[in-house]
């Protein structure tokens, strides 16, 4: 185009000086030019016309040439830009393998140098910061998420991350502020509600959590995830109960237990601790009575394994068998039950009624170690040793005889005392006695 345009100019010059070589034979005339009340000059008109087509075309020469100019050099300064960017995004890929092959100083390095080459390129500035963050440089960290936010404050990625940093660094409540600045543009956003949830649990806050749940569950169509989230609101509500319990303000604790119990009546944290407020305020025949009712309404062996401390102490193993027996009745093939039965009897010293029991496991398709450790520890109490050495050599890992550990149903995660919430799941309710798969060696 510029060269066309070249053309073009040339080409009205030549005309404009042939146009000027006609007109000159009929313009021959002179013209006065007054430069002040001294100077007065006479010009031919040909001369006058000349000049100032010269003028006009130096001008346009100027014009174009210039113009020419400034693209050569905006193309140059184009080119070199370019150049810059490319590379910053040579160093900025090798950044990324390097951080996915966990080698963080050298990562570190090649993002610097993709920053020099593009100051504007927030990724980088993030990936920088993340990998000081893998190196345990939460400063630098720091340092470069702010950078990115300077760029972009709207920047979602970098303002969630710095708050995982504020988290991390012990400044939960600043990182409940950068949660709580994407929530207002994006209130349903899925890994900040979670982040919140958390963040709000840490500070024990289950009055602004239980509000958070009522709304994320009002959000949600029905399904699973509005089952999983529900869950949640229960367990937070029971925490809000416990918050109560432990400090002592019994009423409202029991209130607030009573309330969960009637959204779930098979919650088993709200029966064991209405349970132990009955037992501190001195009603331990009413924990009792409840604690077995709690056993009838969620099939759960929490209440019992309670109930069998409370009334061995309370010198009443006959109304325990009862219970027991009570329960078995109710469901006769649940051979968790009937495993507690006979540890009962073999607390008790009932040793006939104890083998009875663990007899009849011997044709289950399921194989229980502890059945043949109690059996054996029978045998031994009657002084038959040898069916007693016969029992151990038909085990090879003994653990503690007479415990069976806690098993969480959701994760499978075990643990030697009774835990109302998963530390691992972190699911409420959710810990049961599970012999096939915690008694199989």
């Not at 007065?40 to 014009?63: D, E």
Request: aromatic fraction near 12%.
């Amino acid at each position: 185009m510029v060269k066309y345009l070249s053309y073009m100019v040339v080409l009205f010059i030549l005309l404009v000086i042939a146009g000027l070589s006609y007109l000159s034979k009929y313009n021959m005339d002179n013209v006065s030019i007054n430069l002040a009340q001294e100077y007065i000059y006479q010009l031919p008109k040909m001369t006058v016309m000349l000049a100032f087509t010269g003028i006009g075309m130096l001008f346009v020469f100027y014009v174009y040439t210039m113009k020419d100019l400034i693209g050569y050099f905006k193309n140059k300064k184009a080119v070199k830009l370019k150049k810059k960017l490319d590379d910053a995004a040579k160093h900025f890929e090798r950044g990324q393998n390097y951080f996915i092959s966990k080698r963080f100083d050298d990562a570190i390095e090649e993002f610097k140098s993709a920053i020099l080459g593009n100051p504007t390129n927030i990724a980088a500035f993030i990936k920088l910061a993340d990998a000081y963050m893998q190196n345990g440089d939460t400063e630098n960290a720091a340092t470069y998420y702010s950078q990115a936010l300077i760029l972009d404050n709207d920047n979602v990625e970098g303002t969630f991350k710095m708050a995982l940093l504020k988290n991390a660094v012990g400044k939960p409540k600043e990182a409940l502020n950068y949660i709580e600045k994407i929530l207002q543009k994006d209130p349903l956003n899925p890994a900040s509600i979670a982040q919140k949830k958390e963040l709000l649990e840490g500070l024990s806050n289950w009055d602004e959590l239980i509000i958070l749940e009522k709304e994320i569950i009002k959000s949600l169509p029905d399904g699973k995830q509005k089952q999983d989230e529900y869950s949640d609101l229960i367990g937070y509500e029971y925490e809000k109960a416990k918050k109560t319990f432990i400090e002592e303000d019994y009423d409202v604790a029991k209130k607030l237990l009573k309330s969960i119990l009637k959204e779930n009546d098979k919650f088993v944290p709200a029966y064991m601790t209405s349970a132990e407020i009955m037992l501190l305020e001195g009603n331990k025949n009413e924990a009792v009575e409840y604690l077995d009712k709690a056993n009838e309404v969620t099939g759960s062996m929490i209440p019992l394994v309670r109930l069998e401390d409370l009334l061995i102490n309370m010198g009443r193993p006959a109304d325990l068998i009862r219970i027991y027996r009570d329960a078995l009745a109710r469901n006769p093939e649940n051979d968790v039950l009937r495993f507690f039965i006979g540890k009962l009897y073999f607390r008790l010293e009932m040793l006939d009624d104890a083998m009875e029991i663990f007899s009849s496991f011997d044709n289950a398709a399921i194989y229980f170690p502890e059945i043949h450790k109690l059996r054996a520890n029978i045998y031994y109490k009657r002084g038959e040793f040898e069916q007693a050495a016969n029992e151990l050599l038909k085990i090879y890992d003994i653990k503690g005889m007479m415990h069976i550990p806690y098993t969480c149903s959701y994760c499978g995660h075990k643990s030697q005392d009774l835990m109302h919430r998963c530390p691992k799941c972190k699911k409420w309710s959710t810990f049961s006695f599970d012999l096939d798969k915690v008694c199989r060696v």
